[in-house]
């Protein structure tokens, strides 16, 4: 079945970076966009980033933008977002998902921390 597994984050200070990596199974990676959300404590889920099949294009949410970068191996199922100059207000639980067809839940999120 469908699945997304995501893991690298953690506690880091302000400036600091982490790189998260998404882990799929059970659908064609190749042919969908793979998409970042976060979800802060009390807030509702927001999308971040997302890139297309091929790798080739991304596209970011304004306050990530020039600090955040989304990549993809296709060979590996796998999607990454690197993120840098990390700030407290990236606290949250970052998710990957891609509405497959038949569709896929959510998964557990890993958490990322950034304070001093």
């Known amino acids: 079945q469908v699945q997304f597994v995501e893991s690298g984050g953690g506690l880091v200070q302000p400036g600091g970076s982490l790189r998260l990596s998404c882990t799929t199974s059970?659908?064609?990676?190749?042919?969908?966009?793979m998409y970042w959300y976060r979800q802060a404590p009390g807030k509702e889920r927001e999308w971040v980033a997302g890139?297309?099949?091929?790798?080739?294009?991304?596209d970011y949410d304004e306050s990530v933008k020039g600090r955040f970068t989304v990549s993809r191996d296709n060979a590996k199922n796998t999607a990454y977002l690197q993120m840098n100059n990390l700030k407290p207000e990236d606290t949250a639980v970052y998710y990957c998902?891609?509405?497959?067809?038949?569709?896929?839940?959510w998964g557990q999120g890993t958490q990322v921390t950034v304070s001093s």
């Open positions: 998902y891609t509405a497959t067809i038949p569709s896929g839940p």
């Open positions: 059970g659908f064609a990676f190749d042919s969908y966009a």
């Open positions: 890139i297309i099949s091929t790798g080739a294009s991304a």
